[in-house]
């Protein structure tokens, strides 16, 4: 008996962060994501009642040996590239290093064990676990980062950041009162950190100072050195001179 076909759909929702699998064994309702490519959009009547009138759009998947699907590569099956890294699927240890690595065409095809979708246009029915309000999760974490901190509420840099950071409220447990969790803010200009930049920007100072000050006595050692030799050298070549006259002479 031939087994029936399987393949998960990862179905994200990007407007309220949720995302979904689901297993589908029909191969009838698979067929609307054959022969399609990656970015291409689909409309997903045939997958259930629940799936009327939405649209997805495929944004990439696996086969069942787990090789992922790469944009460009107008293929059903896999294949074997030279990967420099730039275009994923391969990271390089070096820089330059190439290497030839499987990848999946961008085509889809039955192989595929797990197919990426986005949801681009809703239907008139919420699916659960989904677009049902319940699904809908906002994030509750704010910016991290001082600019981005004052340009959502709009500060300038003379008021104080750290008033405006999101924070978390935690329940406490045991009859202990609640606590808050805040981030600690990134890049934030503090009297210690301008203090520390002036203390380290003093220390290359004298560093270089040290360094130019080494650097002439070597200088000067070398230079008093060459003239010791030279006069030396000079010294030298006068006597042998000197004895070349005596010789002459006698």
Known sequence: LRRPH??????AYPEYRSQQIIEIDDEKKLRIFY??????EVAADSLGAEFKGYVLRITGGHDKQGFGMMQGVLLNTRTRLLLDGRNGHYTPKRKGCRKRKSVRGCIVGSDLSCLNCVIVKRGPEDIPKLTDKASNRPSTRGPKRANNIRKVWGLTKEEDVRKYVVRRKIAGKDGKPDNYKSPKIQRLITPKRRSRKRRREILKKRHRETSAAAAAEYAKVIAQKRTEQRAALLSKKRERASERRSTLKK
């Open 35 to 40: 022969d399609k490519r990656i970015s291409d």
């Open 6 to 11: 399987r393949m998960k759909l990862n179905i």
